[in-house]
């Protein structure tokens, strides 16, 4: 286990190192969608075929995603799941299936850093207006790596075929003259080597307790802790941690750092290659909230990024979120300011209103917020 962690945060900082140095040669260059402006178009795909690894499959269908290609028919066996706190992919409708090789589960003895067996598979769905655009997939493979692709839907949904290694630009229309790009091969990376765990939606933060009464809104028929180590998933898992952690957090809270938890954590965190930030927004299954807290209220920003509103002086200011910087780079589709910089053309400003509403709330709803102010003061 402990090689096992060691290879992925040695994997982990390598891609980290060369995605910043894309970050910096995009933002140098005085260029937004550096990635989206290089990446082949829709219309290239299944002429410009590449794959990295030659095991990777070529078609969605020999993933074995489907018990009937024909009829789209996903096979039974596969687990369908949703994470409490989705990544926001631009209005994205997702689905989700996860599969473990038969007779084994997965190892929980760390609540934080979940062990999937070898032969482990992912699959993530995307659609538009009802239309299949792509499919992600995860495999662990036999010396312990992860196999990462994407699949482009056909105009039809009869077929998927993998999109090329720099991803796919143009994959579909949106709002306001904008398009939805498949990931390449090294965002996948970027993303999902960034912490302690390749997988990110399946955990025990992300699939949480049915008695967290109010955060399973956005997927209520989402299976919970309980039910899936039912079905044998888990090795193991404390049964303290089948209820919920609610803290001393209120609502408004908890769907605020959970939101900065499922589209930031992946890569702010305090495990990865930006640890030295010092700046976590995953936080602890076990303690969900004091690390994100500790590291945002009041804390100043170490590298202001041009294009601030002036007068911005913290990542997030306590009862000032014209002063804070993570909703401002989260409303903000600028190269320059962008985050998550990577894989959304369109602002979640459902989100943005719900981090702007926490910090004009903090002072009064955080006992944490209070204790930082107190201080502060």
């Known amino acids: 286990m402990a090689a096992i962690r060691h290879h992925i945060a040695f994997r982990s900082f390598r891609w980290a190192i060369i995605w910043v140095a894309v970050i910096v040669i995009s933002i140098s260059a005085g260029f937004g969608g550096f990635l989206a402006s290089i990446a082949p178009k829709a219309s290239d795909a299944g002429v410009l075929l590449s794959p990295i690894n030659s095991k990777v499959p070529l078609t969605l269908f020999e993933t ?3 018990a009937d290609p024909a009829t789209l028919t996903v096979d039974p066996q596969h687990i369908a799941f949703a994470p409490q ?26 609540p934080d850093v979940w062990d999937f067996p070898v032969g482990t598979r992912l699959w993530k769905e995307f659609s538009f207006d009802h239309q299949k655009v792509e499919t992600r997939y995860m495999e662990r493979l036999a010396d312990g790596l992860w196999l990462f692709a994407a699949y482009a839907w056909s105009d039809d949904g009869k077929d998927a075929r993998l999109a090329p290694d720099m991803g796919l630009k ?3 229309s949106l709002a306001g003259g904008a398009s939805h790009a498949i990931p390449g091969v090294y965002d996948c990376r970027a993303c999902h080597l960034s912490g302690p765990v390749p997988v990110l939606g399946f955990s025990e ?7 967290m009464a109010g955060l399973f809104k956005n997927n209520p028929e989402a299976p919970a802790l309980d039910v899936l180590g039912a079905r044998g998933v888990f090795d193991s898992l404390d049964a303290r941690h089948l209820t919920a952690n609610l803290t001393d ?9 959970g939101y900065l938890h499922g589209n930031c954590g992946h890569c702010h965190n305090r495990y990865g290659p930006l640890a030295k930030l010092g700046f976590d927004l995953r936080g602890s299954a076990t303690d969900p909230y004091s690390g994100p807290i500790e590291t945002t209220l009041g804390q100043p920003l170490k590298f202001p990024p041009p ?13 000032h979120p014209d002063r804070s910087a993570i909703p401002q780079r989260m409303a903000s589709r600028s190269p320059m300011l962008q985050m998550p910089p990577l894989g959304t053309a ?23 917020a209070q204790h930082h102010v107190g201080e502060e003061e």
């Open 64 to 66: 074995g995603l489907y």
């Open 249 to 257: 957090a209120s609502t408004l809270e908890r769907e605020a750092l």
């Open 85 to 110: 706190y989705p990544l926001w992919s631009d209005g994205a409708e997702k689905h989700r299936w996860i599969s473990l090789p038969p007779g084994d589960a997965i190892d929980t003895s760390d």
């Open 307 to 319: 294009g601030l509103v002036p007068g911005t002086i913290a990542r997030i200011a306590p009862g």
């Open 205 to 211: 933060r992300q699939l949480g307790s049915k008695d």
């Open 346 to 368: 369109l602002v979640d400003a459902e989100a943005v209103e719900l981090i702007n509403r926490w910090i004009a709330e903090t002072e009064v709803v955080s006992v944490h």
């Open 170 to 172: 143009n994959a579909h």
